[in-house]
C-alpha cells in the first residue's frame, strides 16, 4: 500500500485478475527394469525410443523394459524417465529415484509380478499421487485375478492389471514372435486417450487399439472377459479380423461387490489430475491470511478450474450445479483448524461413470499473521523490542512508527552501521523475534511515546527458513 501523507489525489493500480489453476500433466510415465548398458539407479528423460537406445543400448531379448519402452511410444506415449536397476537391487530399492521426476503420471514395473515389490510399487503410487499399470503374472487368467485380489488389501485404487501379454515380432530374431508385457502399451494407449479426449475418458474399448503387436498371448471370448472383468483384471483381446484392443477399465479395487467409490480407472485419474492441479496452482496459498478473502480466491479460482473441465465433458449433470461443487468457508474449517493456520477446500464432482459424487478434499497449512503493537517507544538510543512470536518470516515484515504527521513505514535493513542519523530503519533478527532501532548515530531513533507497530507472519506455514 502507498503511503497517503498529504492532501491531494492518489494514482493506484489494483489487480482484479483472478489467481488461474493449470491443469498438470497426465502422461508422464516413469519405467523401472533392467537395461543392457548405459545409467542406472537415476532417472533419466528420453523423448522417443531411439533417445532410449542411444542412452541404454539396443533391445535385448533377455529384458522386457526396452520392448514396454518401445510399445510406449508407438502407442502414443510423448514424456518417459527411465530408471535402471542396478547389479544386486530390486525394483522396488528403484523407486525413490523418481523422487525428482515433476508431475509423474503413470509408473510401470515391466515384466514385474513379485507382489511384495508390486505392492510397494502401488504405496509409492498413492504417495506420489500417480497411477501404477501392472502386468500379468502368466498365461493364466486365474493367476492373474489372484494377484489383482492380493494387491487389493493394499487399499490402493491407484493401479490397474491388465491381461495378457502380448506377442510382436522381434526384430532382433529376424521376425520371429516373442511376448511382450502390455504396461508400456497401455500407458501409450493412456496418453494417446488423455490427449485426444480427456483424461477422463475410459482408455479401453474401439478406440484403444494396441499398435505394433500382432497378437495376445491368450486369446480370451466373451465369458473370459466376463469372468475376468468382475474379477477387476481389465482385458485385452481380439475381435476377428481387428487389431487387440483393451477391453476393461477396472482399478485395482474394481472387482465386483467392491464398495470403492475409485472402481474405474478414469474417474481415479480424473481425480488424481484434480488433486495435483489444485496442490501445485494454489501454492501462493501459504503467503496469505487465512480469512475471508483467501477463501473467496479459493473458491473462485477452484471452482473456474472445476468449470472449465465441466465444459469439456468431464462430469456429469446438465448445469455445472449438478456437476460440481466447491467450499471453502467456516464450513469447512473448525476453530481448531484456524487456530493453527489450516485452509482446507473441499471439492465434489459427479464423475461420468458411476453417478455418485466423489468428495476430494484439499488442506494447506498457513502462516499466521499478526499485527502488535510495540509501542510506546522509551526514547532511548539502539531500543530494542521484542515480538510475541517467532520465529518469523521475513517476507512481508513492516514496522511502522507514529509520528506528528501520522504513521510511517521504516525500512528493514540487514546492518544500521552506515546509516545516517536520521534514517528511519531497523534491524530484524527472524529466529528469536527481536527488533533493533538505530542509536541516533546509525540509524534514528523512534521519538518517546511513538507508537510502534508490526506486521508479520509466523508459525509452521512459513515452508521454509524465516532467514531466507
Not at 132 to 156: N, T
Not at 266 to 271: E, F, G, Q
Amino acid at each position: 500500500m502507498p503511503e497517503y501523507l498529504a492532501p491531494g489525489v492518489y494514482v493506484e493500480e489494483v489487480s482484479f485478475r483472478a489467481k488461474s489453476i493449470e491443469g498438470v500433466s497426465t502422461s508422464t510415465t516413469g519405467f523401472i527394469g533392467s537395461v543392457p548398458g548405459g545409467p542406472t539407479g537415476e532417472a533419466i528423460r528420453i523423448r522417443s525410443f531411439a533417445d532410449y537406445e542411444k542412452t541404454f543400448g539396443a533391445l535385448d531379448p533377455d529384458r522386457d523394459l526396452g520392448y514396454a519402452v518401445q510399445q510406449y511410444f508407438i502407442n502414443g506415449g510423448a514424456r518417459a524417465w527411465i530408471v535402471g536397476i542396478p547389479e544386486g537391487s530390486s525394483p522396488d530399492e528403484c523407486l525413490s529415484a523418481l523422487d525428482s521426476v515433476p508431475q509423474l503420471a503413470l509408473l510401470c514395473l515391466p515384466g514385474e509380478t513379485d507382489p511384495g515389490i508390486l505392492t510397494a510399487a502401488l504405496r509409492y503410487a498413492e504417495q506420489r499421487s500417480t497411477f501404477l499399470i501392472v502386468d500379468p503374472p502368466g498365461p493364466d487368467p486365474g493367476a492373474a485375478a489372484s494377484l489383482v485380489r492380493e494387491l487389493a488389501r493394499a487399499g490402493s485404487a491407484n493401479g490397474a492389471l491388465y491381461f495378457p501379454r502380448l506377442r510382436l515380432s522381434d526384430q532382433l530374431e529376424s521376425g520371429k514372435e516373442r511376448t511382450c508385457p502390455p504396461s508400456g502399451s497401455v500407458a501409450g494407449i493412456y496418453a494417446r486417450t488423455d490427449l485426444s479426449r480427456g483424461v477422463f475418458r475410459a482408455p479401453a474399448g474401439s478406440e484403444a487399439m494396441v499398435l505394433g503387436v500382432k497378437d495376445v498371448e491368450t486369446r480370451l471370448d466373451h465369458d473370459d472377459v466376463s469372468r475376468l472383468q468382475a474379477a477387476g483384471v481389465n482385458c485385452i483381446r481380439v475381435l476377428p479380423d481387428e487389431l487387440p484392443r483393451v477391453w476393461g477399465a477396472r482399478t485395482l479395487r474394481g472387482a465386483n461387490g467392491g464398495d470403492s467409490e475409485f472402481k474405474y480407472v478414469p474417474v481415479r485419474r480424473l481425480a488424481l489430475f484434480i488433486e495435483n492441479s489444485l496442490y501445485r496452482g494454489t501454492q501462493w496459498v501459504v503467503f496469505e491470511p487465512n480469512e475471508e478473502p483467501l477463501w473467496a480466491q479459493l473458491r473462485l479460482a477452484t471452482s473456474a478450474f472445476l468449470h472449465r473441465l465441466f465444459r469439456a465433458g468431464a462430469f456429469q449433470g446438465r448445469t455445472s450445479q449438478d456437476a460440481y461443487f466447491v467450499r471453502c468457508d467456516r464450513s469447512t474449517m473448525s476453530q481448531d483448524d484456524l487456530d493453527k493456520g489450516v485452509v482446507r477446500v473441499e471439492i465434489g464432482f459427479a464423475p461420468l461413470k458411476p453417478a455418485e459424487f466423489v468428495i476430494v478434499e484439499i488442506e494447506w497449512l498457513t502462516a499466521h499473521v499478526d499485527t502488535e503493537q510495540l509501542g510506546p517507544a522509551t526514547g532511548e538510543p539502539g531500543l530494542v523490542v521484542a515480538l510475541a512470536h517467532h520465529p518469523v518470516a521475513r517476507e512481508g515484515f513492516s514496522i511502522q512508527v507514529e509520528g506528528p504527521h501520522g504513521w510511517t513505514m521504516w525500512t528493514l535493513v540487514p546492518d544500521l552501521e552506515g546509516l545516517g542519523s536520521d534514517e528511519p530503519a531497523y534491524r530484524l533478527d527472524a529466529v528469536s523475534g527481536l527488533i533493533a532501532f538505530g542509536d541516533g548515530v546509525h540509524g534514528a531513533v523512534p521519538p518517546m511515546g511513538a507508537g510502534i507497530q508490526a506486521t508479520y507472519r509466523y508459525g509452521s506455514g512459513l515452508g521454509g527458513n524465516p532467514e531466507q
